[in-house]
């Protein structure tokens, strides 16, 4: 079975400051990684995938995420947040033998103040 | 405008009147799925559907049926519904299975049960 764990229910910081969200995942099967990004009362929307080569992967809106194999972590990184970044952010994992299911972290609040 | 519509946005219901929450989507993906999210637990699949007619039991399957019986539709279906179904609903849709391709969310159905 596989599973997801957010390290952090909750992250407070100043706009401008640097932050990371952390994602640890288990499983005995390849996976595929995804973060999503849920603003105040909307739906979920794709943030960023690894589904293979470069470990690093970026948004288009300047968050970026490394997959490391051996540390089974996938943590979501921006240099500088702004306080449009305020919202809800799950990561996510998919087995590569299993069709198509998505397991979701209990999700990080990303709270940006000015 | 590609997107997968829920209906009803909010509904509060009474112990046992059955309900039905629909979903449709216009990109004529394969697959979908309903998923619910709470406080602390993130989101977990409650049944998902790999194409017309094919259904199958996700993760907290209990209390919910489904049914497929065309591509764009695929309502939740709560029998006798129970307070500890009260939760927020999400509905997604993608083309393939495996979350490979870009999954799309509805806005979700806030649920509560008296």
């Known amino acids: 079975a596989q599973s997801v764990t957010q390290l952090d229910s909750q992250v407070p910081v100043f706009e401008e400051a640097p932050v990371e969200l952390r994602c640890n995942y288990s499983s005995s099967v390849s996976v595929y990684l995804f973060w999503y990004v849920q603003y105040p009362n909307q739906g979920l929307q794709l943030l960023l995938k690894?589904?293979?080569?470069?470990?690093l992967v970026e948004s288009i809106n300047g968050f970026e995420a490394e997959f490391n194999k051996s540390q089974t972590s996938f943590h979501l990184r921006k240099p500088s947040v702004h306080i449009s970044d305020t919202a809800e952010y799950f990561c996510?994992?998919?087995?590569?033998?299993?069709?198509?299911?998505?397991?979701f972290g209990q999700g990080t609040e990303l709270s940006v103040k000015p | 405008e590609a997107q997968v519509t829920q209906n009803p946005r909010y509904l509060i219901t009474v112990t046992g009147k059955k309900l039905t929450v629909t979903c449709s989507q216009n990109m004529n993906h394969e697959y979908m799925s309903w998923y619910r999210q709470d406080p602390g637990l993130g989101l977990r699949q409650i049944y998902y559907?790999?194409?017309?007619?094919?259904?199958d039991k996700g993760d907290v399957p209990e209390g919910y049926k489904v049914s497929r019986k065309e591509k764009r539709n695929f309502p939740l279906i709560l029998e006798s519904p129970s307070p500890n179904q009260t939760s927020l609903y999400f509905c997604?849709?993608?083309?393939?299975?495996?979350?490979?391709?870009?999954?799309?969310f509805g806005q979700g159905t806030r649920l509560t049960v008296v």
């Open positions: 690894y589904l293979s080569g470069s470990t």
């Open positions: 559907s790999m194409n017309v007619e094919v259904t």
């Open positions: 997604a849709s993608s083309l393939k299975p495996g979350g490979l391709l870009k999954a799309f």
């Open positions: 996510a994992v998919t087995p590569d033998n299993q069709g198509g299911k998505l397991i």
